[in-house]
């Protein structure tokens, strides 16, 4: 399933096959939620900017519309006209992110709809089933992600949990996956490691979850509160323990600069709301730093938001223009802001890639940083 192709230092050019389509990695993963990128950002302008992966949020679905609703339509991949990879959270970042919502039990944990209110009982395999129906590419294992400044002994318990319930959702997947209405019978498994800032809880976690021999693993728990220099460090402990032969995915991160730091430590897959989010505020990232385009120093701005750049709001429309549509609250502001940021991350992952292929990430990843980190003028 995953070829490696070059390594560069730490660094790792690859592969990843599935049933809908060859991953290039590293990648990062563009987050629709809901089945949708934030930002009135259609499949035809995803697939133009390059858009390898989606990543469609299990929860969110499984309340709204319901993923009963989306196997009946045939699957997330038919019912959002996209027949590229998509990889589905599993709902455990939920137990985090809904705390006050929330209990965690041995059998799974117990919701009040952030919707709605109604009751919701979701474990790991109710969670591989919402997954199944959803029939995305990529499944995640159900976890709990305790917080990064959590008491040892708490992360410790949860940890264990987080092991015994992977084994059950590796179960239930492959029960699954052998029942003849299951939409997409080669769905795939990635276990997470948990264990929040400790390195030796990590990396006992990382060793146990190898063992269970899945066909990629991810690192989860991480910018949540803690520093980035103790995400890099974490990081750095646990990547060495993980199968060599299996894609890392590092949930949730981040910044074009966590990005770079983290593919120098051996991580493939990647996801973060922050290009989509801070697009839809005006925020947009470019090779000279990242511009608030709500400054009035582009109120007469006829430069695109970055000369050269190929996205659809840089090859026709000013830094002026856009301004007057997010001030006017125009949503074609937002939408264009939105695209330029995906397309500058995308564009990053090929850049990351040729360099890794080429031999000189080290002197790209110097250069990117000075670009990505610089103030714009």
Do not use: W
């Given at each position: 399933m995953y070829r490696l192709i070059k390594k560069d230092g730490n660094a790792k050019r690859g592969e990843f096959h599935t049933t809908h389509g060859v991953i290039q990695t590293p990648v990062f993963m563009n987050v629709g939620t809901a089945a949708a990128i934030k930002g009135a950002v259609s499949?035809?302008?995803?697939?133009?900017i390059g858009t390898q992966v989606q990543l469609s949020n299990t929860y969110h679905l499984h309340v709204r519309p319901g993923d009963q609703i989306v196997k009946q339509m045939g699957g997330l991949h038919r019912f959002m006209s996209w027949n590229r990879p998509i990889l589905t959270d599993s709902g455990g970042f939920q137990v985090f992110s809904l705390a006050g919502l929330r209990k965690i039990k041995e059998e799974g944990v117990y919701f009040n709809s952030h919707i709605d209110g109604r009751?919701?009982?979701?474990?790991?395999?109710?969670?591989?089933?919402?997954?199944?129906?959803?029939?995305?590419t990529i499944a995640m294992a159900f976890d709990e992600c305790p917080p990064s400044l959590a008491k040892r002994e708490y992360v410790k318990a949860s940890v264990a949990r987080t092991t015994r319930w992977l084994v059950r959702c590796k179960e239930e997947m492959e029960r699954l996956n052998r029942l003849p209405d299951t939409i997409n019978q080669k769905q795939l498994l990635f276990g997470i490691n948990q264990g929040a800032v400790y390195e030796d809880i990590r990396v006992e976690h990382a060793r146990q979850i190898a063992e269970l021999d899945l066909p990629g693993y991810a690192i989860g728990g991480l910018a949540v509160g803690e520093s980035h220099e103790?995400?890099?460090?974490?990081?750095?402990?646990?990547?060495?323990?993980?199968?060599?032969e299996k894609p890392v995915y590092l949930m949730g991160v981040g910044t074009p600069a966590n990005i770079l730091e983290a593919v120098d430590r051996g991580v493939d897959f990647f996801d973060c709301v922050y290009p989509?989010?801070?697009?839809?505020?005006?925020?947009?990232?470019?090779?000279?730093?990242?511009l608030n385009l709500f400054n009035a120093r582009y109120e007469t701005d006829p430069r695109p938001i970055e000369e050269g750049?190929?996205?659809?709001?840089?090859?026709?429309?000013?830094?002026?223009?856009?301004?007057?549509?997010?001030?006017?609250?125009?949503?074609?502001?937002?939408?264009?802001?939105?695209?330029?940021?995906?397309?500058?991350?995308?564009?990053?992952?090929?850049?990351?890639?040729?360099?890794?292929?080429?031999?000189?990430?080290q002197d790209y990843k110097r250069k990117k940083l000075s670009q990505v980190l610089a103030k714009p003028v």
């Open positions: 499949t035809e302008d995803l697939e133009a009751k919701i009982f979701m474990g790991p395999e109710e969670s591989m089933q919402i997954q199944s129906n959803l029939a995305s103790e995400m890099y460090r974490i990081i750095e402990a646990v990547v060495p323990y993980l199968p060599a989509s989010r801070n697009g839809r505020h005006g925020h947009v990232y470019t090779n000279a730093g990242k750049c190929g996205c659809p709001a840089c090859r026709r429309y000013s830094r002026a223009y856009i301004r007057h549509l997010l001030k006017a609250k125009e949503m074609l502001g937002m939408r264009l802001c939105v695209l330029h940021n995906l397309y500058f991350y995308n564009q990053m992952m090929e850049e990351i890639r040729a360099a890794i292929e080429q031999g000189n990430y």
